[in-house]
């Protein structure tokens, strides 16, 4: 007995990742009997997502659309993208649907292009217990379990909503349904050690609270408060990535206030906590917090250039120690140096993306100084309009001068010859980023027979042919 006993304290000892799994059957909610004030918008979901599903479903596998679009389609928001999770292990799923491939190591996944789209197959996962221990067994992320296990494990209550669309129903394991039916963003277990195996999820959480009229339940908010010191940890691609999100939905000013409150904008962006502090007016406003209300107020998805744009301008006030908007010369932003570290270092962003901020502010410098050449002269002015920072530097000049309060009858003048930007045809590269890209159609050189898709041709190679029925 004791014998037994001594092998078991090491793993009493531990703290828990998340709670033991309900004894009960899960809820299952037709979204035709929702509760009261909760929707769900079936039609919004892609055609290839139901399809996808149903083809696993239909060669016996529970499969279930997951995720952060089931959220979003309960609150009445656009996803984004589309996630499954299913019972089927990879290979399973990689021989069942065609032109799918393995991803990850760690973490492995599937990957399915359809129509442009990437959509992702997740194995459902558990936690890693005594026994795999014992048998020394680490595989990463990749210990695969039951869908009531994989809900368990996720962060928030209102991520672990699973919809099965062939049934027309919600699984809820979590009681997630009725925190978002009483607007409350909870930790699924200890919200202090879900934060130390993940310090990304103090961003998660402090964006997901800026949800109309959402809160932070307390222990979480006093978990962030704690642990915001973690987030110093988390690589700088994650963090960037986490900030470019918190900027989408107008949203950005409620994220940053939130985070420089509870402690973790000091932690990921020391120079942009400290502007949420100066600039004060009579009213209690500041300057930064008046740019980010432009940028939500003109800018539902600013892409990588606007969003980290403002908030580089905001560094470079700083350090002039100006309390008014700054005109930038692009050569001096260019030879700045410790411009250069603060760009790779602390934003992360790439080449490309830092030489098209500082062509914006030097455009932006042009057009907004009155006293520029190019506002007394028409062939000048004309000259301005044929370069490829023109309209980015009147969408910034916009911002600016709604959060300066400046009189908008130059930049009107401005806006008037803003010239609409064509739409190129998808070619799997990214405009920013960097690189060739990855996923379908990255460095795949359209022929004469391409008209408008990318997937005409197979993406992925393959050994052999399924003989299973595609998925409608």
């Known amino acids: 007995m004791k014998d037994h006993l001594s092998k078991l304290l090491p793993f009493l000892k531990k703290p828990y990742a998340c709670p033991k799994e309900s004894p009960g059957k899960p809820r299952r909610v037709s979204i035709k009997a929702l509760p009261k004030g909760l929707d769900f918008p079936a039609r919004s979901i892609s055609k290839h997502a139901v399809g996808i599903t149903a083809h696993l479903q239909r060669n016996g596998h529970e499969t279930y659309i997951v995720g952060g679009c089931v959220r979003d389609l309960l609150l009445g928001r656009k996803p984004k993208d589309f996630d499954i999770g299913t019972v089927a292990w990879p290979k399973t799923v990689r021989s069942l649907i065609r032109y799918s491939r393995i991803i990850g190591r760690r973490f492995r996944l599937v990957h399915v292009p359809r129509d442009q789209e990437i959509y992702e197959i997740a194995t459902f996962r558990r936690e890693k217990n005594e026994r795999d221990e014992e048998k020394g067994r680490d595989l990463g992320e990749n210990y695969y379990g039951t869908s009531e296990q994989d809900a368990w494990r996720r962060d928030f209550t209102v991520n672990a909503i699973f919809y099965d669309p062939i049934a027309e129903e919600l699984v809820d394991f979590v009681g997630g349904l009725k925190d978002i039916q009483k607007k409350v963003i909870r ?7 879900r934060f130390r195996e993940d310090p990304v999820r103090i961003l998660r959480a402090i964006r997901f609270s800026s949800f109309p009229d959402f809160k932070l339940e307390k222990s979480l908010k006093e978990a962030i408060r704690q642990e915001s010191h973690v987030l110093a940890q988390v690589p700088k691609p994650r963090v960037r990535e986490e900030m470019l999100k918190m900027m989408k939905y107008r949203e950005s000013t409620q994220n940053f206030s939130k985070a420089q409150e509870l402690g973790a904008l000091e932690v990921i962006h020391p120079d942009l906590n400290a502007h949420w502090k100066i600039y004060r007016n009579t009213k209690g406003d500041n300057f930064a917090t008046r740019l980010f209300k432009a940028l939500d107020k003109h800018h539902e998805f600013p892409d990588p250039v606007i969003g980290f744009g403002v908030q580089l301008y905001l560094i470079l006030m700083g350090q002039a120690e100006a309390h008014k908007p ?30 098209t901020i500082y062509s914006m502010f030097d455009m932006f410098s042009r057009i907004a100084n009155p006293d520029h050449p190019a506002n007394k002269n028409d062939k000048k002015r004309e000259r301005l309009t044929q370069l490829r920072s023109f309209n980015r530097g009147v969408q910034f000049f916009e911002l600016v001068t709604e959060a300066e309060g400046w009189d908008p009858a130059l930049l009107e003048e401005w806006k008037k010859l803003v010239k609409p930007v064509a739409k190129r045809a998808h070619s799997g590269r990214r405009e920013f980023g960097g690189g060739r890209g990855r996923g379908p159609g990255a460095g795949h050189r359209r022929g004469p027979n391409d008209k408008g898709s990318d997937f005409k041709r197979r993406p992925y190679p393959r050994k052999t042919e399924s003989k299973s029925s595609s998925e409608s």
Do not use: H
């Open 187 to 193: 930790s699924i277990g200890d919200p202090v050690y």
């Open 326 to 355: 700054i005109f930038l010369n692009y050569k001096e932003l260019k030879e700045d140096e410790v411009l250069l570290r603060y760009c790779m270092d602390v934003l992360f962003l790439s080449n490309l993306e830092r030489e």
